[in-house]
Structure formats: C-alpha cells, structure tokens
C-alpha cells in the first residue's frame, strides 16, 4: 500500500466551478500537509502549506486536514482556465528529512 | 534572482553511457534533492543533501550517483544509463527540512534509448 494515495484524474470543469481535489494517507505520523501546482512541463511550486489539522485559506483556494480520517482536501472556487494543471499533495513528518508526494491529479478547468 | 537552475533541459542517451544533471541554487538553501518524475507516478527521492559534503540515499537511489561539494551545487550522475532511468528529473532546494517548503527546478527530460 502506497503512504499516499490521490486520484489522478483528469478532473475536468467548467470555469467558475467549485474543485475537490483530495488524498488520504496512511502514516499518522505526518504533520505537515502541502499542495504543489504544477503546470504543463514545468517544476512544481507550493501552493499550500498546513501543519496538523483545521483548514488554511489563500483567496480561492482552502486547503483542509482531517488527521483522524487521515484525509486531506484542496478546495478551489470560481475555478479558471488558468488553474488547468497538475496538482500534487504532500507530507511529512517531524525527523524526516523529504517530503512524501502523491501521484498527482490533472485538473482541466473548460472555458 | 534564479533560484534553482538545472541543465541541460533535454538530452537523449543510448544505453550505456554516462552522464551528469546539474542543479544549482542561489538562495543559500542547505537542503538540495533530486527527485524523478514518470507518468502517473508522482515524485520519488532519488538522494538529497541536507549540507555540503553530506549526501543521502533517497527511495530509488540505484544507477544515481550525487556530490555536494558547495552550498550552491548538487549534480547527480548517472553511469550507466539504462531505458528504466527515462524519465523527468527535478532538482530542489529548501532552507532547511522543517519548513517542507521547497523550490523546484525547471527538470530536465532524459530519454536512453
């Protein structure tokens, strides 16, 4: 069983929808909870970041984590064009020295 | 400001041969890694560095081979290449592991044919 486990779509939308991209995971040691965006070709780039449970917002985006369900959530409203990629969570855990990615989901937001 | 800088961006190699990603950041970041990215599979930790002189293996260290002589530097050498190394190769940095925040390269696309 993979530690991280997210679906990799693609996930396609209409512009201006509400997006949910999820993970789950099964290592209760991780504390630190990330999502990379990564468009087409290009290196990821850190979208979010939320160190144990509750939820964190950044204008559209809120990103949420349930740590007993071990189940983390990218939520992403009035969604655009501009947001079709590759979005990739992540975590770790204190004393690790990398991060644990999951594979990835492909998001198409349609105009 | 660059940050991480990796080249070259392409290259194609026959079976066999031998070759060097480089990988270089200006931000004075300790943590340098190299990670490989293959369809569907997310991103897996070939070895990372958490200063110089100090290497790491990562999950799929076999075939690689890595330096850190400088801050800045962390190039990651394959000997022998073979058509299972195909893939996208990232280099990252971060300030250091606590943060996870880290900042990726361009990749670099190797084929070995």
């Known amino acids: 069983q993979k530690e991280v486990e997210q679906d990799p779509g693609p996930l396609s939308v209409p512009e201006g929808a509400i997006v949910s991209l999820n993970c789950t995971y099964s290592?209760?040691?991780?504390?630190?909870f990330m999502w990379y965006r990564q468009y087409s070709r290009k290196g990821p780039e850190l979208l979010m970041y939320?160190?144990?449970?509750g939820n964190k917002e950044d204008g559209r985006f809120t990103a949420q984590v349930d740590k007993s369900s071990k189940y983390i959530s990218l939520f992403i409203r009035d969604s655009q064009p501009s947001d079709s990629a590759t979005y990739l969570c992540?975590?770790?855990?204190?004393?690790?020295?990398?991060?644990?990615f999951g594979s990835g989901t492909r998001l198409q937001v349609q105009p | 400001n660059a940050g991480v800088t990796q080249t070259p961006k392409f290259r194609i190699l026959k079976i066999g041969q031998s070759m060097t990603l480089q990988c270089t950041q200006d931000?004075?970041?300790?943590?340098m890694y190299w990670y490989r990215q293959d369809p569907g599979m997310g991103l897996k930790l070939i070895y990372y560095s958490v200063g110089a002189g100090i290497t790491d293996k990562g999950e799929v260290p076999n075939g690689y081979n890595v330096s850190r002589s400088t801050t800045e530097d962390f190039p990651l050498r394959l000997e022998l290449a073979a058509p299972s190394q195909t893939s996208v190769y990232f280099c990252?940095?971060?300030?250091?592991?606590?943060?996870?925040?880290?900042?990726f390269g361009a990749g670099s696309r190797l084929t070995v044919l």
């Open positions: 939320t160190y144990s449970s």
């Open positions: 290592n209760s040691a991780f504390q630190y």
């Open positions: 931000m004075n970041h300790n943590y």
């Open positions: 990252a940095s971060s300030y250091n592991s606590g943060a996870n925040v880290l900042t």
């Open positions: 992540a975590m770790s855990a204190t004393g690790r020295r990398a991060l644990t």
